[in-house]
C-alpha cells in the first residue's frame, strides 16, 4: 500500500505561483512513478506530469511544459509541483499519484493505482 497526501493547495491571482506537494510513505513507494493530474469542474481528469522516483525521470503534458515542473526530495518523501503563470483556467483540484510501469503510457490515468485526496487550487483574475 501506498498513501498519499497533497497539500499546498489555495487561492492565488492571476500570474502568481504555487509549490504543490505530495507526501508519499508505505513500505514501497520508491518503486512506483508518482504522477500529478487536475480535475476542474465538469470536465476530466487530465495529466499534468510524472516523475519517476528511483531514476528522477520527469515528463510533462506537452501544454503544461513551460509554467508546470515536477521533481522530488527523497530526505522528505515528497514530491512537488510548482505552477508559475497562474491563469483562471488552471482552477482545479490537483491530484497526485503513484504507479507505473515507467513508460510510453505514464501519462495514462490507467497506470495509476494509489491517489491522494486532492488539493484545490483556484486562480482568480
Known amino acids: 500500500q501506498v498513501q498519499l497526501v497533497e497539500s499546498g493547495g489555495g487561492l492565488v491571482q492571476a500570474g502568481g505561483s504555487l509549490r504543490l506537494s505530495c507526501e508519499a510513505s508505505g513500505r514501497t513507494f520508491r518503486t512506483y512513478a508518482v504522477g500529478w493530474f487536475r480535475q476542474a469542474p465538469g470536465k476530466a481528469r487530465e495529466f499534468v506530469a510524472a516523475i519517476n522516483w528511483s531514476s528522477g525521470n520527469t515528463y510533462t503534458e506537452d501544454s503544461m511544459k513551460g509554467r508546470f515542473t515536477i521533481s522530488r526530495d527523497n530526505a522528505k518523501n515528497t514530491v512537488y509541483l510548482q505552477i508559475k503563470s497562474l491563469k483562471p483556467e488552471d482552477t482545479a483540484v490537483y491530484y497526485c499519484?503513484?504507479?507505473?510501469?515507467?513508460?510510453?503510457?505514464?501519462?495514462?490515468?490507467?497506470?495509476?493505482?494509489?491517489w491522494g485526496q486532492g488539493t484545490q487550487v483556484t486562480v482568480s483574475s
Open positions: 499519484a503513484a504507479g507505473g510501469p515507467w513508460g510510453p503510457q505514464i501519462g495514462s490515468i490507467d497506470q495509476y493505482d494509489y
